[in-house]
């Protein structure tokens, strides 16, 4: 057998991890060969200086780091919740379908049309208003023509010790 | 609480992986991070130590192939690992302590998934079993990956000091 093929067995060698047939392949080949002889030594050092490294102590400086993580994320879980509160729900709905008709209105191609529209329908509101407001005013002086005389005839009922037959001037 | 019982653990993967002490620490920060967020994916009935280890090992190896991290320099080794104590004899502790800074510069050269293999069994000290659950992965292919990656050592270190008895 080749160096290159024995040299691929010798970490498990190493280990006691062949079969008893590769095992004696490779027993056979290291008794004549200096070269994976000297590999299989080299292999034992790495092993040894691999498993020889040291485990570091956390800096202070990155415990404080992580220990910080749970109660940022926290923080940050509570702001949303806030936000996504059931009861917030039909605001955004509302806020959504206002934010829509905004931009229907500002982005729409006829938008001159769309004012006009607009301007129409309120004058026409306005213009109701206003009858409503002059048809109140004719009650208002038809109920103070006829105060004087409701005042009278309250004056004259004999319930109230006056005389019914006495007519109401005018 | 899992930063006492898993900080040093992942700090250290990551230190040995990557080979620079401040890319380690932010690394780790992010380990934590992700972890906190994928929390709710952990199914409790698998072992928690394995399924974090998982999430590190693909967290670093991702990095690693966006960045390209193998032309990156290591940090000196002796910067944060101190020299071992208690040697039979001076020159010994010498000898050991080159041997470990030309190994951990020779990390390096090795794959990212064969890096960590080699990190998992042979600094942490893993079962192959283990490995193989945290890399997702037959136990013949760890086996081969953790052979390849002390044969590429082996050899580095050969080189080195056959160079040198040259000088």
Request: proline share 3%; hydrophobic share 35%.
């Amino acid at each position: 057998m080749k160096c290159e093929n024995i040299e691929e067995l010798l970490s498990a060698y190493l280990e006691d991890d062949l079969s008893p047939e590769e095992k004696r392949t490779v027993e056979k080949h290291l008794k004549t060969c200096q070269s994976c002889n000297d590999l299989l030594s080299f292999i034992e050092e790495t092993n040894k200086s691999l498993a020889d490294f040291p485990q570091l102590e956390v800096s202070e400086n990155l415990l404080d780091r992580l220990y910080s993580i749970p109660s940022r994320k926290k923080k940050l879980k509570v702001s949303f919740d806030f936000l996504l509160r059931p009861s917030l729900q039909p605001i955004f709905a509302a806020a959504t379908i206002l934010m829509i008709m905004i931009s229907f209105y500002l982005f729409h191609p006829d938008r001159n049309t769309i004012n006009k529209t607009i301007n129409r329908q309120v004058h026409l509101g306005y213009s109701k208003i206003e009858r409503l407001y002059a048809n109140a005013e004719s009650f208002t002086g038809h109920l103070g023509a006829y105060k004087d005389k409701i005042l009278v005839s309250l004056k004259n009922m004999k319930l109230l010790g006056g005389n019914e037959d006495q007519k109401v001037k005018t | 609480m899992i930063v006492n019982t898993y900080s040093k653990r992942i700090f250290n993967m990551a230190y040995q992986f990557t080979g620079t002490y401040e890319e380690a620490e932010d690394m780790t920060q992010d380990i934590f991070m992700k972890l906190y967020t994928s929390l709710t994916k952990y199914d409790f009935e698998k072992n928690f130590s394995a399924w974090l280890l998982t999430l590190a090992k693909n967290y670093l190896i991702d990095e690693y192939r966006r960045t390209k991290w193998e032309k990156k320099s290591r940090d000196n080794f002796n910067e944060h690992y101190l020299p071992s104590e208690a040697f039979e004899s001076p020159e010994y502790g010498i000898l050991k302590e080159e041997t470990k800074k030309i190994i951990w510069e020779g990390i390096n050269q090795l794959s990212s998934e064969v890096r960590m293999t080699v990190i998992l069994r042979d600094i942490q000290g893993k079962k192959y079993e283990e490995i193989a659950e945290i890399m997702s992965l037959p136990l013949g292919t760890i086996k081969s990956r953790v052979n390849r990656g002390r044969l590429q050592l082996a050899k580095i270190l050969k080189e080195k000091k056959e160079r040198k008895n040259e000088m």
